[in-house]
């Protein structure tokens, strides 16, 4: 039995599930090695306080008697926010005057915990969870997993430098006005900001109680759907608590998709011509994976946004530290109680008046969703160094906030997705929105787009730690192997791949002499060499060649393994069918691969 000697660069939920289940690890060597990591890495003011070493043997050890197969986050280690509540640590929000030992975990850190989570630690924030920066927190400022020159982004800073740092598998982060999406952004990661109420606030401390969220910060949206599955768990002593009311994915998702592009004058990149050509690209693909591009006014949204810090809700943040910033004003971090103090200012007529402008600019917004399924964004139009945010304080977070204020008001579900890098090397995010309980169809959509892109996400960083290069371009230890057909991501075979650790490497196509058949049993494509056929869509896999036999022995005739030609030149072991096998199938080569096919209209 082989075993882990150390822990992957980044800590992918798929990858140490399939550690586990092989046997190569357990939790407890988990904790012993993450606790070297954590001790040694580079300080960036991602913690404020720690789980001691020895109760996270004990989380581990309580995991003996389980196994990955009865736990859905088996042995996955993962941070907590500072302003949600576990029983082991104090909650701070980021304020030591305001600090408290909470007597039980927040109600979405009990679910993660029991099935089979452990909790690391608690993350810094920007202070009351008040700003999109990172910077605003007496425990020091959060610095840029990519760049230590650069923000985090915030509120949920130490959430998002802590996953993308390998420091934790997954995190909690709040969302109020985009703390979720904003760090996901900034560090090449997926944030989700689920409907309003779909996760339960027992244990949070609120910044706007009304429109507050727990976030997920996580390397791919397959990972971020496990974990919103355990958490979302509804809770009765939750006011502001609503059950969950799942819709059927869109079919349109698997296929074609409307989808909204803001008007380019609402467009908003605040000088960063680099965010501008990426979210280009970015529209491209979404085109590419059958996103039908229409544009919209989203003036309404924006108009919602402004209402967010010179409303009633800002009022609501002071229920939270109002007695604090009367007692000892001090204690506040400067940017933060200045914002505060201006809630004293508001009267009920003010709030009322916002209240009314709200719904109406909601009747407004109806109209977008009546054009589209789903709606892109960038997720900010640019990033900042610190000193710059330093310097100005309230301006660049507020422009940080464009894209993302109006969500919370307007009940709208999000994902924020990476979308490449610039050319300084600082990530770029978009997000895609829908109205309430679309979380599922915006994961869906995610996913697919990740499994069409992987080059452009977290979880391709991987490859390089998990999949270590051999000499020339083979995998050590790894089998690259072209597939179509069930086993393509998504479709009912692919766990055959993904149950013995394969990992998807890329979505290509093969040289243009294959024809693709579907064979009589209108269940299998059959994959035949013809140099007067077509480039057929494919997946390229790596598995680990202790599982490779086992794969290839599942393979029933007439298909078969060989040799396939990619379009780059190279080849890889795939699908092939025997030549006599398709005098009686259908030739689908003109589709456009399997998928395509299933998808066809009747």
């Known amino acids: 039995m082989t075993t882990w000697s150390e822990l992957p660069e980044v800590l992918s939920i798929a990858g140490l599930s399939h550690a586990y289940r092989d046997g190569m690890l357990t939790p407890t060597a988990l904790v012993s090695m993450l606790w070297q990591r954590l001790e040694s890495a580079p300080q960036r003011g991602v913690w404020i306080n720690r789980v001691p070493l020895e109760r996270l043997q004990a989380y581990a050890e309580a995991l003996a008697d389980q196994s990955p197969d009865e736990l859905p986050l088996y042995g996955i280690p993962f941070a907590i926010k500072d302003n949600i509540d576990l029983v082991d640590l104090p909650t701070t929000a980021a304020c030591p005057a305001y600090a408290y030992q909470p007597e039980q975990s927040a109600f979405v850190v009990r679910q993660l915990i029991a099935a089979g989570a452990i909790p690391l630690g608690k993350t810094n924030l920007d202070q ?10 007496p425990y020091g400022v959060c610095c840029n997993s990519f760049d230590p020159e650069y923000i ?4 949920s800073s130490g959430s998002a430098v802590a996953v993308a740092s390998g420091l934790a598998s997954f995190a909690l982060g709040t969302d109020t006005a985009g703390s979720g999406r904003v760090p996901a952004a900034f560090n090449n990661l997926v944030g989700v900001k689920p409907t ?38 509804y809770d009765a002593t939750d006011a502001y608590n609503r059950r969950d009311q799942p819709s059927p994915v869109p079919p349109g998702f698997a296929g074609r998709f409307r989808c909204g592009v803001p008007k380019p004058e609402q467009l908003q990149f605040f000088g960063d011509d680099a965010a501008e050509a990426l979210l280009a690209e970015a529209v491209a693909q979404l085109q590419a994976q059958g996103g039908s591009m229409v544009e919209v006014d989203i003036q309404p949204l924006l108009d919602a946004a402004d209402l ?30 200045d914002i505060l103090a201006k809630a004293s200012d508001l009267s009920a007529a003010d709030a009322w008046r916002a209240f009314y402008r709200l719904q109406d600019l909601k009747r407004q917004s109806d109209a977008i969703w009546r054009q589209v399924d789903v709606l892109v964004t960038p997720t900010t139009g640019t990033i900042y160094p610190i000193a710059a945010v330093e310097t100005n304080p309230v301006e660049l977070n507020s422009r940080l ?27 770029f995010g978009i997000t895609l929105c829908a109205p309430a ?54 479709l009912p075979l692919n766990h055959l791949l993904t149950g013995r650790g394969g990992m998807l490497l890329q979505c290509t196509h093969t040289a243009p002499t294959y024809r693709l058949y579907a064979l009589p049993d209108g269940k299998r494509p059959g994959m035949v060499r013809d140099d ?7 997946e ?5 060649i202790h599982r490779y036999g086992e794969f290839v022995a599942e393979i029933p005739a007439p298909l078969g393994i060989g040799r396939v030609q990619l379009q780059d030149g190279t080849s890889v072991q795939g699908f092939v069918c025997e030549a006599a096998a398709v005098r009686e199938a259908l030739d689908i080569t003109g589709f456009g691969g399997w998928r395509a096919y299933l998808t066809r209209p009747d």
């Open 308 to 337: 967010l810090y010179a409303g009633p809700w800002l009022a609501e943040r002071y229920l939270v530290a109002g007695d604090l910033l009367q007692s000892n004003a001090e204690a506040l971090f400067p940017v933060t109680r």
């Open 437 to 490: 309980f679309a979380d599922r169809a915006l994961l869906a959509l995610a996913k697919r787009r990740e499994q069409l892109a992987p080059h452009t996400l977290g979880v391709s960083e991987t490859l390089s730690s998990e999949f270590p290069a051999a000499d020339g371009d083979d995998l050590a230890g790894f089998v690259r192997v072209a597939v179509c057909g069930a086993h393509l991501s998504g």
């Open 128 to 137: 009351f969870a008040t700003g999109l920066v990172g910077t605003r927190s």
């Open 152 to 155: 985090a982004g915030g509120s």
């Open 540 to 544: 390229v896999w790596a598995l680990p």
């Open 532 to 538: 007067t056929g077509a480039a057929i869509a494919v």
């Open 196 to 233: 309003r109420g779909l996760l339960s606030t027992s244990g949070v401390v609120p910044a706007c109680r009304s429109l507050d969220c727990v976030s997920v910060f996580a390397l791919t949206a397959a990972d971020a759907e496990r974990v919103l599955q355990v958490a979302n768990v």
């Open 401 to 427: 906030g464009y894209y993302t204020n109006f969500m919370n008001l307007l009940d709208l579900s999000a994902i924020a997705l990476p979308a490449g890098f610039r050319g300084n090397g600082l990530p």
